[in-house]
């Protein structure tokens, strides 16, 4: 595998960037075919680097043939922030076609992508996976902050950055930010809906949203794979997530959510 350190600019931005990438190396590829590709998203407080420095993610990707992308996110929760940076367009939108110019072997195909994410992260995976299910295949969260107006109240040492990147809690309520919403809508139109794994520590003081939110995929009858084990919201959980979920996303192609 090669671990490959991007630094880019983002118009969308408006300033240099980076993420990581994780690819096989061309000796290690059989033939000219393409990749499967995802994308991994960090937490709040952590970069772009952490998932390499945490985890044996490069180990991970090798046994499963991935190309996986780690972009920064800095704390901006893949939100186009009310005061501050569109991250939300530049993950959305900026960053896959940059990734597609840098490295060919990722596919255009709706099954050989995916994203997860970390708890400001399973947001992020969440919502890029829903909001455009013509893309993913599937996404995962881990310890997810999977609704936002519970965090303005678990959270309050948090509640500036939240001002400033949602602006009031009144804001998220229908937005791409409340997830119930887009759950909601993709349901009434009939879209087809990316498969979703969550997974949550039973001593994570995040758990109450996890919980609400696999209540709400239960009232729309959307399918999904649970996850809990007894852990923290640490990186000794969050590891033994993304292993399990790089296991699963081989399956979900094929087999039926839980």
């Known amino acids: 595998m090669a671990l490959i350190h991007c630094e880019f600019y983002s118009d969308i931005l408006k300033e240099e960037v980076g993420a990581y990438v994780v690819i096989p190396e061309h000796r290690d590829i059989k033939g000219k075919r393409k990749l499967k590709t995802l994308y991994l998203l960090h937490g709040?407080?952590?970069?772009?680097?952490?998932?390499?420095?945490?985890?044996?993610?490069?180990?991970?990707?090798?046994?499963?043939?991935?190309?996986?992308?780690?972009?920064?996110?800095?704390?901006?929760?893949?939100?186009?922030?009310?005061?501050?940076?569109?991250?939300?367009?530049?993950?959305?939108?900026?960053?896959?076609?940059?990734?597609?110019?840098?490295?060919?072997?990722?596919?255009?195909?709706?099954?050989?992508?995916?994203?997860?994410?970390?708890s400001m992260g399973g947001f992020g995976s969440m919502k890029l996976a829903l909001n455009f299910p013509e893309r993913f295949c599937a996404g995962a969260s881990f310890s997810g902050a999977l609704d936002i107006r519970m965090e303005y109240n678990d959270?309050?040492?948090?509640?500036?950055?939240?001002?400033?990147?949602?602006?009031?809690?009144?804001?998220?309520?229908?937005?791409?930010?409340d997830l119930s919403t887009v759950l909601r809508k993709l349901k009434e139109k009939k879209r087809q809906i990316p498969r979703l794994y969550i997974s949550c520590g039973l001593q994570d003081d995040i758990y109450p949203q996890s919980q609400e939110f696999i209540k709400q995929l239960r009232s729309l009858e959307i399918p999904y794979t649970y996850e809990e084990w007894n852990g923290g919201h640490?990186?000794?959980?969050?590891?033994?997530?993304?292993?399990?979920?790089?296991?699963?996303?081989?399956t979900c192609g094929t087999k039926e959510n839980e």
């Open 44 to 118: 709040l407080g952590d970069d772009h680097t952490k998932w390499v420095r945490r985890t044996p993610i490069e180990r991970y990707a090798k046994e499963g043939d991935w190309i996986v992308i780690m972009p920064e996110g800095e704390k901006g929760y893949y939100t186009n922030n009310v005061q501050g940076k569109r991250y939300w367009d530049y993950i959305g939108e900026e960053l896959p076609g940059l990734m597609k110019s840098y490295f060919p072997l990722i596919s255009d195909k709706r099954e050989d992508n995916y994203v997860a994410g970390l």
């Open 155 to 177: 959270y309050p040492q948090y509640t500036e950055l939240y001002k400033k990147v949602f602006g009031p809690v009144e804001k998220i309520l229908d937005s791409e930010n």
């Open 234 to 250: 640490d990186w000794i959980f969050w590891d033994e997530s993304i292993r399990r979920a790089l296991s699963w996303f081989l």
